[in-house]
């Protein structure tokens, strides 16, 4: 399944996009009473510490198969299990379109 199912290959390229996307999911998040600020502050400033200096910098899992599954368990590593706050209020939909630009 790993190799029908993974997209990484193709969607690493997008690694900033994605961060810049759940950076603004959060500031939502928070905006919307879902998350306290403290916690946001947390897990932004734990995003910009995933955005690495180079794309060589940035160790991409296969295993978890997309850019959003990779980029999440890098900010658990960062902030624990906040991370796992961004899928609240936010379908797999919401993260392709801004990704993607389509939003």
Same mark, same amino acid.
């Given at each position: %399944?790993?190799?029908?199912?993974?997209?990484?290959?193709?969607?690493?390229?997008?690694?900033?996009?994605?961060?810049?996307?759940?950076?603004?999911?959060?500031? %939502?998040?928070?905006?919307?009473?879902?998350?306290?600020?403290?916690?946001?502050?947390?897990?932004?400033?734990?995003?910009?510490?995933?955005?690495?200096?180079?794309?060589?910098?940035?160790?991409?899992?296969?295993?978890?198969?997309?850019?959003? %599954?990779?980029?999440?368990?890098?900010?658990?590593?960062?902030?624990?299990?906040?991370?796992?706050?961004?899928?609240?209020?936010?379908?797999?939909?919401?993260?392709?379109?801004?990704?993607?630009?389509? %939003?």
């Amino acid at each position: %399944m790993e190799e029908i199912s993974a997209s990484i290959e193709f969607d690493k390229r997008l690694y900033v996009q994605d961060i810049r996307a759940r950076r603004r999911n959060a500031r %939502m998040l928070a905006e919307q009473g879902i998350i306290s600020e403290v916690r946001c502050g947390g897990i932004r400033r734990g995003l910009i510490r995933c955005k690495p200096r180079s794309r060589r910098t940035f160790t991409f899992s296969r295993a978890l198969r997309d850019i959003h %599954m990779n980029v999440e368990a890098r900010l658990r590593e960062l902030v624990g299990e906040a991370a796992g706050r961004l899928h609240t209020a936010r379908s797999r939909n919401d993260q392709v379109g801004p990704t993607f630009g389509f %939003m």
